[in-house]
C-alpha cells in the first residue's frame, strides 16, 4: 500500500480554512477552483470532476469539526483503486496561519504516482487560494 502526505503552511486562521474544507460538496469554488471543475453530492458520496477529466466518486467518511478533520475513500470514478482512504486537517500553525495535512493511502502502488502528482498540484492551489482572508464563497 502506498502512502501519501501533503503538509504544508496556509496563510490564512485555522477557522477560515476549516470553514472551506468542512463544504464538502463545494470544493471546487472554495477550496481548489479550477483543479477541480465541478463536484456534486449524491447523499454521502461526493461526485468529483477534475480539470484533467478524471470522475472519482468519494464517500465522505467522517467530518469532524472538533478536530477540524475531513476523511474520504475513493470507491469508484474513473480512477478505480482497489483501496483509497484519505483525510484532509487543519491545524493551528505559529502567527495565525493554519498548518494543513493531507494523507491518501492507496492500492494498487502504481497509481501511487499519479495521485501524489495530483495531490501536489492541488495542494499549490489550495495554498493560493485559502490565502485570502476571508475565504472565497461559492454562494
Known amino acids: 500500500m502506498a502512502y501519501i502526505r501533503k503538509e504544508f503552511m496556509i496563510d490564512n486562521s485555522p477557522e477560515n480554512v476549516w470553514n472551506a474544507l468542512r463544504e464538502v460538496g463545494d470544493v471546487h469554488r472554495r477550496l481548489v477552483p479550477g483543479f477541480v471543475t465541478d463536484t456534486r453530492m449524491e447523499g454521502d458520496t461526493r461526485i468529483v470532476t477534475f480539470a484533467n477529466g478524471v470522475v472519482v466518486h468519494e464517500l465522505i467518511v467522517d467530518i469532524d469539526e472538533a478536530a477540524r478533520r475531513v476523511a ?6 474513473s480512477m478505480a483503486p ?3 482512504h484519505a483525510s484532509m486537517e487543519v491545524l493551528a500553525g505559529s502567527g495565525g496561519r493554519s498548518r494543513f495535512v493531507w494523507t491518501i493511502d492507496v492500492t494498487p502502488d502504481e497509481l501511487a504516482g499519479p495521485i501524489d502528482e495530483m495531490a501536489e498540484q492541488g495542494a499549490g492551489v489550495m495554498r493560493e487560494t485559502l490565502k485570502a482572508t476571508p475565504v472565497p464563497t461559492g454562494r
Open 72 to 77: 474520504y475513500a475513493v470507491v469508484g470514478g
Open 82 to 84: 482497489r483501496h483509497h
